[in-house]
């Protein structure tokens, strides 16, 4: 647990657990150039555990991905898309087209890294927009190397309502850099012993319910992404 003065949290793990697709042909969706699988499962699984559905992702006229929370006649539907590369060390940036501050406090948005492999803790690093599930949480994010809960691995934040802003982490050797134009911290570096090596990790998206609990306040939830980056870590000869 993380303490916060008087306010004690629990921060709880990001697993992209079953985030492989179904066999067969998974839909896709293109986005910023980049392949991206849709995650769907009719059973629950984790992150929550939840049932992931393409029904609540899509790319506009415009070439923003939409990500969704939806109530079904079988229960809320959450959202996740894999980019089909993997990437490796380098700078992973997203611009959000939607405020973060008002998400509802058992709504979690997630940019990250996740490897199937659980070697270096899944190569996990992961930008969190989560208040899990404590409504009076002053701190509404965070940045995390994996695993959240070693000493010194986890930095909460407070992200502020600009509609739009961006967020970013830099993965070198023996280090990672997060940066965020609309948090309290703008940049965070963690330099312990958990960075990973690359190895056949991808980058990430979700929107998820935490515990998979439905939102308390019973509403829908969809997050508008402009536009996903990479840029490889430069090599010196």
Not at 76 to 102: F, K, M, Q
Not at 149 to 171: K, M, Y
Request: aromatic content about 10%; overall charge negative; glycine content about 10%.
């Amino acid at each position: 647990m993380l303490s916060l003065g008087s306010l004690v949290l629990l921060v709880a793990p990001v697993s992209a657990e079953g985030a492989r697709p179904s066999p067969g042909q998974p839909p896709r969706v293109s986005f910023s150039g980049y392949e991206w699988v849709v995650k769907e499962y009719t059973r629950k699984l984790g992150p929550g555990p939840n049932i992931f559905s393409a029904a609540n992702v899509r790319v506009d006229e415009e070439g923003r991905l939409h990500l969704r929370i939806s109530r079904t006649r079988k229960g809320w539907t959450c959202a996740e898309v894999i980019n089909t590369r993997s990437l490796g060390y380098g700078t992973y940036s997203w611009t959000l087209a939607s405020p973060v501050d008002g998400l509802d406090r058992n709504v979690v948005l997630g940019l990250f890294t996740w490897s199937d492999d659980p070697a270096f803790a899944h190569r996990e690093i992961d930008w969190e927009a989560a208040r899990w599930g404590v409504a009076s949480d002053p701190t509404n994010g965070q940045y995390v190397v994996q695993p959240y809960d070693r000493p010194g691995n986890l930095q909460r934040v407070t992200f502020g309502g600009a509609e739009r802003s961006t967020q970013s982490f830099t993965w070198r050797p023996g280090s990672v850099t997060f940066t965020s134009t609309n948090a309290d911290v703008p940049e965070w570096t963690y330099t312990g012993p958990d960075v990973p090596e690359p190895g056949d990790e991808n980058a990430r998206m979700n929107l998820w319910l935490f515990r998979g609990l439905a939102p308390s306040d019973g509403r829908e939830v969809e997050i508008v992404l402009e536009s996903f980056s990479f840029t490889p870590l430069a090599t010196t000869s």
